[in-house]
């Protein structure tokens, strides 16, 4: 059996012992180097790909920030919506109470004076075509066939004029205006105020819806 007799000193023992782990530990530092590296590599793959769904998240979470926006204006709307319907059922015409007095001075003649104004609303019946009958109501048959009412403002206005002319004046006006429809007389009568002759009247109207 051979045996082999190292005959060298200690030191270069020491010295090739020491080379050979630092050998060992450059080998080690490289391939440590490359795992991180090839880690790296897919770390930053993936890193890429979470950052696209944050900014595709975030995307679509301002898409849903803007649709909550929208609902909530849409449900302001209807919100309106029905309660000027709600309103135009209850009272029949979308014509503010304002635009009816302001529309009633502007016709009203210079020597004509209200006395009382009143507005409610009443039911009206509706034929089979569609259409109701005025203030004095349907016959009989019709109000068997009617289907559904209409509910309508009903305009009852009583004043004193000098004469019949500014009567009749101001009941034309009404009948002119885009306001008033189905405008009736009433009565006309005479009466005295302050030792002076004059006529009472009362006219009666729908308002438009």
């Not at 440590?32 to 930053?44: D, K, N």
């Not at 009247?201 to 819806?209: D, E, G, I, N, T």
């Given at each position: 059996?051979?045996?082999k007799i190292d005959f060298l000193p200690e030191k270069?023992?020491?010295?090739?012992?020491?080379?050979?782990?630092?050998?060992?530990?450059?080998?080690?530092l490289i391939l440590?180097?490359?795992?991180?590296?090839?880690?790296?590599?897919?770390?930053?793959e993936r890193v890429a790909e979470a950052r696209a769904?944050?900014?595709?998240?975030h995307e679509r979470s301002a898409g849903l920030d803007h649709l909550l926006v929208d609902k909530a204006c849409l449900q302001k709307e209807q919100a309106e919506l029905l309660i000027k319907e709600r309103i135009s059922k209850q009272l029949g015409s979308r014509i503010d109470v304002l635009d009816v007095l302001a529309e009633i001075?502007?016709?009203?003649?210079?020597g004509v004076s209200l006395l009382s104004l009143n507005m409610d609303g009443v039911q009206l019946p509706v034929n089979r075509a569609g259409r109701y009958r005025g203030l004095a109501g349907s016959p009989s048959g019709e109000r068997s066939a009617a289907s559904a009412g209409v509910k309508r403002v009903r305009l009852v206005i009583q004043g004193i004029a000098p004469n019949d002319v500014d009567v009749a004046n101001f009941i034309g006006q009404l009948s002119a205006s885009h306001i008033f429809e189905d405008v009736r007389m009433g009565y006309c009568k005479s009466m005295v105020v302050k030792n002076r002759r004059a006529r009472e009247?009362?006219?009666?109207?729908?308002?438009?819806?």
């Open positions: 059996m051979d045996t270069l023992k020491a010295q090739r012992s020491l080379r050979q782990r630092i050998v060992r530990q450059v080998y080690l440590v180097a490359v795992g991180l590296v090839v880690w790296g590599y897919f770390s930053y769904e944050l900014a595709l998240l001075e502007r016709l009203l003649p210079a009247f009362q006219a009666s109207c729908h308002v438009v819806r």
